[in-house]
């Protein structure tokens, strides 16, 4: 039967008419996309998940600043330095930290990695002459050494930095085979984040302490070099206490440490989104044959 239509028979009809025509076909292309599901879940390789939640620590800001701890706001828009550090988790600057270490690109890119010849190289797979020739279509390497542009992609996509919630906390994820270099990995990309940041904040705060101090000696207004020193004075202040301060900009609420047993891909999930796939498949073939012999 094609899928046509005739000026007594409505199209809704007709389609589910189609269909139950090549049942046959749609219902093959359902179990072999099943049992690829099924297969892809018995050889995905489970992981543990751990995560941090954070929120904004105030108690580094200047000695006029009212607000004190954590800043229950949800006001996303407004660009403050823990909004800074939760950009820098998975920012270039983070990411090229993590590249000048050896030993820890090693175990990100354990794969890659042959310690008996002891040089980066390109995993064999039978996905690679697919992945070499899309990457003739876009002009691109298929593979190139593990670099600090390869971790930044990395993070982009292995650590899920979760929207704020009412309160203004954050949820910072990641899940590894190993439990262990899962949370120190995950903790060591907090804390270079919150270092990247207060590294920025330190360097424009430096350029504005000297350009206050070259003002205030080129003031002589006496009540304009008051309100500068007053300036003056809180700009040194805020750098003093962020340079004590070890949980600015932002403050550690809950930390998630991995289970005892690690965590699969989810099981019905992926089989039913492999069923539908294979209907939607299985239709597409059964409407490009009908339309092929009825030409």
Same mark, same amino acid.
């Given at each position: ?11 809704? @009809?007709?389609? #589910? *008419? ?20 099924? %297969?892809?879940?018995?050889?995905? +390789?489970? $992981?543990?998940? @751990?995560?941090? =939640? ?22 996303? =828009? !407004?660009? =403050?330095?823990?909004?800074?550090? %939760? ?6 600057? +983070? /990411?090229? @930290? ?7 690109? !090693? ?10 010849? &002891? ?15 899309? *990457?003739?279509? !876009?002009?691109? !390497? ?5 670099? /600090?542009?390869? @971790?930044? +992609? #990395? ?14 906390? $954050?949820?910072? *994820? ?20 919150? &270092? $990247? ?43 003093? =206490? ?21 965590? &699969? ?7 039913? /989104? ?5 209907? #939607?498949? &299985? ?7 009908? /339309?092929?012999?009825?030409?």
């Amino acid at each position: 039967m094609s899928y046509e239509t005739n000026a007594s028979e409505h199209p809704i @009809v007709a389609f #589910f *008419s189609f269909i139950g025509s090549q049942k046959r076909t749609l219902l093959t292309t359902m179990f072999i996309f099943m049992l690829l599901g099924i %297969l892809y879940v018995i050889m995905a +390789t489970p $992981t543990y998940p @751990v995560s941090v =939640t954070v929120g904004e620590n105030t108690r580094a800001t200047p000695p006029d600043n009212r607000s004190v701890g954590l800043v229950l706001t949800r006001d996303t =828009t !407004k660009v =403050t330095d823990y909004s800074l550090f %939760l950009y820098s988790i998975s920012s270039h600057a +983070t /990411a090229e @930290v993590i590249a000048s270490d050896p030993e820890l690109m !090693k175990q990100l890119f354990m794969n890659e990695w042959n310690p008996e010849t &002891g040089r980066w190289e390109r995993p064999d797979g039978p996905l690679n002459p697919l992945k070499d020739w899309l *990457s003739d279509l !876009k002009g691109t !390497k298929p593979w190139y050494p593990p670099d /600090a542009y390869r @971790v930044e +992609t #990395f993070l982009k996509n292995q650590i899920d930095v979760s929207d704020p919630d009412q309160f203004g906390l $954050t949820t910072i *994820s990641y899940k590894n085979v190993d439990p262990e270099f899962a949370m120190n990995f995950l903790m060591k990309v907090v804390n270079i984040a919150r &270092g $990247t940041v207060i590294e920025s904040i330190k360097a424009d705060l430096d350029k504005q302490i000297n350009y206050l101090a070259s003002k205030i000696t080129e003031q002589s207004n006496l009540s304009m070099q008051q309100a500068l020193i007053r300036e003056w004075n809180d700009k040194t202040a805020k750098q003093a =206490t962020i340079q004590d301060s070890d949980s600015y900009p932002a403050i550690i609420i809950d930390i998630r440490q991995p289970g005892a047993f690690p965590i &699969g891909p989810p099981t019905v999930i992926i089989v039913v /989104a492999a069923m539908l796939l294979g209907l #939607f498949v &299985g239709l597409l073939i059964a409407m490009v044959r009908s /339309a092929y012999r009825n030409r």
